[in-house]
């Protein structure tokens, strides 16, 4: 997404421990804890896998966006933001233990999971459903999509994380 999506700029920014905005870990933490996890399961031959979420608006028009006043623009922001930081307050009550997850782009976060592609679908599945309901009553009209993908013993941690981030951005 871009800062032009709601016609100024979504706060992103962390102290190198935690998203100032939503309270998520940062970026820095769950890259090295994702090391130590592909490290563990090159050992024990146990399956990782990541899901992304993204938040998007839904009926995103460009020409509505840019016809927005500046204070009509700063209340969509707010409310984009309120629906981050609820988004990463849902990802952090409902992970499971072991799991970890980072805000790592503007609009939206990365959950490393302990387990293979199809508890991934699954996670993303039931993430979808708790979050569905809660998007239904906001002011800005907004969807979450999501994408899985496992870790593949003969792939390099930056080689995988360079895969999802295309499909991460490729959207």
């Known amino acids: 997404m871009s800062s032009n999506l709601v016609h100024g700029a979504i706060e992103f920014s962390n102290n190198g421990v935690l998203d100032s905005l939503t309270g998520a870990p940062a970026p ?92 991934a679908i699954i996670t993303a599945k039931r993430f979808e459903d708790i979050l569905s309901e809660k998007f239904k009553t906001s002011n800005v009209k907004a969807h979450v999509e999501f994408s899985t993908s496992e870790w593949n013993r003969d792939l390099d941690m930056n080689k995988w994380i360079a895969e999802i981030d295309r499909q991460y951005f490729a959207s």
Do not use: H
């Not at 820095?28 to 994702?34: Q, V």
């Open 28 to 119: 820095k933490t769950f890259f090295d804890n994702l090391a130590r996890e592909i490290s563990q399961s090159r050992r024990r031959t146990k399956p990782i896998a990541i899901v992304t979420i993204k938040l998007l608006p839904k009926n995103y028009d460009a020409k509505k966006i840019k016809k927005l006043t500046t204070q009509q623009a700063s209340q969509r922001n707010l409310e984009f933001e309120k629906l981050l930081a609820l988004l990463s307050n849902k990802i952090k009550n409902n992970m499971r233990g072991g799991d970890f997850y980072s805000r790592v782009a503007e609009n939206g976060f990365w959950l490393c999971l302990q387990g293979d592609l199809s508890q």
